[in-house]
């Protein structure tokens, strides 16, 4: 198994610009759920989704889109890319029934 | 707003040592976590305790959890280098559908 994967690894907008940060894993697993990380404050949940269809909010999604059409993947949209959104972002899932996460290996992100 | 809270914020000890770090939290939980990041990685889960449990064990890794004090620890015996990485707590919260709050993280430098 590939486990959880993200694309690109890094990227870099101007501001206004738009794009789509993929997510993808191959457990089967039903939970998924995008953070992003800052110096100094953790992780901060943005979206996430309990099964293909469905999807919620979380701590900070203003500025973000998520979808979930499928169980494998669970892209995360930035409509308009601000200097703000400047972090690095993680994909994890988790099966139903388990509380352990399993992580993507990040994407960092820089807004211009 | 963020659940946890990490002390100390950097450690850093000889190899063989212990390494102890402490986490805080704020609300009533159903479980507390404990993942290692090493640098420009993805975050891997180390060891889960939940509410009902005051110690577990794993490896070299001993966790507590004080329930009255909302507050755990993650003990790190004979620590070696490729212990070097941050660490951080995450809570889940009661009632919050098992999603997840970070702490802020304790980086932990092992030397040689």
């Known amino acids: 198994n590939a486990g959880v994967t993200q694309t690109p690894k890094f990227q870099v907008l101007k501001t206004g610009q738009s794009m789509t940060l993929q997510c993808a894993q191959d457990?089967?697993?039903?939970?998924m759920s995008w953070y992003r990380q800052d110096p100094g404050m953790g992780l901060r949940l943005i979206h996430y989704s309990v099964g293909a269809g469905i999807t919620d909010q979380g701590e900070v999604p203003n500025g973000y889109n998520v979808s979930r059409s499928t169980t494998e993947d669970f892209p995360l949209r930035l409509l308009s890319a601000a200097p703000s959104q400047t972090s690095v972002y993680f994909c994890?899932?988790?099966?139903?029934?388990?509380?352990?996460?399993?992580f993507g290996p990040g994407t960092r992100l820089t807004v211009l | 707003s963020q659940q946890g809270e990490e002390d100390p914020q950097a450690l850093s000890i000889q190899e063989g040592e212990n390494a102890t770090m402490n986490c805080s939290y704020k609300?009533?939980?159903?479980?507390l976590q404990w993942y290692r990041q090493n640098s420009g990685r993805g975050l891997v889960h180390l060891i889960l305790i939940r509410s009902n449990e005051r110690e577990k064990h794993s490896g070299r890794l001993r966790v507590t959890l004080d329930t009255s004090k909302k507050s755990s620890s993650l003990l790190i015996t004979a620590s070696r280098a490729a212990d070097t990485a941050s660490y951080f707590c995450?809570?889940?919260?009661?009632?919050?559908?098992?999603?997840?709050?970070f702490g802020t993280g304790t980086q932990l430098k092992v030397e040689l």
């Open positions: 994890a899932s988790r099966p139903q029934g388990s509380d352990t996460q399993y």
């Open positions: 995450a809570t889940a919260r009661t009632g919050g559908g098992n999603k997840l709050t």
């Open positions: 457990m089967n697993h039903e939970y």
């Open positions: 609300t009533s939980i159903n479980n």
